[in-house]
């Protein structure tokens, strides 16, 4: 009887070694998912942060060259009336020129 008594403890023993491992590994086993699945939220998240970020620059891209335009167009219009000043005062400075030689060489 204490054989089988003890055939018994050594029987519980085993099952409970057993239990434990098993125990073990698929606590191993759920680590290793949380590990990868953590792995997988972050880089969702950092994709979704990448693609907010580009879009947020996108649009204020847009918005910074839609306010810009009007102002290029402005200095551009300015540039061009500058140049038709000065193209009309050279115009005139040249007419002034050829009248005074004009003149000049005529009253010789």
């Known amino acids: 009887m204490a054989k089988e008594a003890l055939l018994q403890i050594k029987e519980a023993e085993d099952e409970v070694k057993k239990m434990i491992s098993s125990a ?3 606590n ?3 680590i290793n998912n949380a590990e990868i699945e953590g792995k997988n939220i972050y880089d969702s998240l950092v994709q979704q942060g990448k693609e ?6 996108e649009a204020a891209e847009n918005k910074g ?4 335009a009007p102002i290029i ?7 061009e009336a500058l140049r038709n000043v000065d193209k009309q005062k ?3 400075v040249v007419k002034l020129v050829i009248e ?3 003149n000049n060489n ?3």
Not at 52 to 57: D, G, H, I, R, T
Not at 65 to 68: G, R, S, V
Not at 73 to 79: I, P
Request: hydrophobic share 30%; with cysteine.
């Open 73 to 79: 167009e402005k200095g551009m219009a300015e540039v």
């Open 65 to 68: 060259n839609d306010e810009a």
């Open 52 to 57: 907010e970020a580009n879009s947020v620059m």
């Open 28 to 30: 191993q086993e759920k």
């Open 100 to 102: 005074r030689i004009v």
């Open 106 to 108: 005529g009253n010789c």
């Open 90 to 92: 050279f115009d005139n």
């Open 24 to 26: 073990q590994q698929e």
